[in-house]
């Protein structure tokens, strides 16, 4: 398990995957919260929500409110299972770093609290 989240935050971690999207990065020592979770889940999905809305229009020719809102929850199913995992491993690693005594590399996020 210990491979994995090391795995995983070397992916968050990686300046690429914040291209764009550099403000919803929290620094290292950053608590991730209830209210992060939810946005960062939203804003991320937003691409495959929008993706996903348009093959179903250009198939059907019209996108119905069941649709939509059912687009919306199967993105979100995804996302926040994801995202959950990403802030338990964030914030163990966080808790680390701070009984060690290591210093943020950047200014706390504003996004930080839950």
Do not use: C
Not at 20 to 33: N, S, T, V
Request: net charge positive; charged share 15%.
């Amino acid at each position: 398990m210990k491979n994995f989240e090391n795995w995983f935050l070397r992916i968050a971690d990686s300046d690429l995957n914040w291209i764009g999207l550099g403000w919803l990065r929290p620094a290292k020592l950053d608590h991730i919260g209830p209210r992060y979770i939810i946005l960062s889940s939203f804003v991320l999905g937003l691409p495959g929500m929008l993706a996903g809305a348009t093959l179903i229009f250009l198939t059907l020719g019209r996108l119905s409110t069941t649709a939509l809102l059912s687009l919306v929850a199967l993105v979100m199913l995804i996302e926040v299972p994801l995202h959950i995992l990403f802030a338990h491993f964030w914030n163990r690693r966080a808790e680390r770093l701070a009984r060690e005594g290591i210093q943020a590399s950047r200014p706390l996020s504003p996004l930080k609290t839950g």
